[in-house]
Nanobody
Framework: QVQLVESGGGLVQAGGSLRLSCAAS????????MGWYRQAPGKQRELVAT???????NYADAVKGRFTVSRDTAKNTVGLQMNSLRPEDTAVYYC?????????????????WGQGTQVTVSS
């Protein structure tokens, strides 16, 4: 199973910055898309940003111009630089990766999630 481990997050004042990181490990695999989602209390999980293996990034309208997603394909890591944070950015942020993994000599699709990391922005 491809495992994702997140780091970063925490408490910051409005207007501040935070950086999240996520590393994938576990067997032989090839990741197509990595990204970040978030879930605020009482709300559904929503897309924040994704990035493909060739570097094409996609952002939610709410974070465009403030957040930057980056990826190190060789290290199987993805980062999220969050600037100009707002109280409405408060949520649990989840790392996600999708691709193919080698399992018993067969390539199989996978879609993995991290455990989540809390981001709290105070006003």
């Amino acid at each position: 199973q491809v495992q994702l481990v997140e780091s970063g997050g925490g408490l910051v004042q409005a207007g501040g910055s935070l950086r999240l990181s996520c590393a994938a490990s576990g067997g032989i695999f090839s990741i197509n898309v990595m990204g970040w989602y978030r879930q605020a209390p009482g709300k559904q999980r929503e897309l924040v940003a994704t990035i493909t293996s060739n570097g094409r990034a996609n952002y939610a309208d709410a974070v465009k111009g403030r957040f930057t997603v980056s990826r190190d394909t060789a290290k199987n890591t993805v980062g999220l630089q969050m600037n100009s944070l707002r109280p409405e950015d408060t949520a649990v942020y989840y790392c996600n990766a999708g691709g193919r993994r080698l399992l018993r000599a067969t390539w199989q699709d996978f879609d993995s999630w991290g455990q989540g990391t809390q981001v709290t922005v105070s006003s």
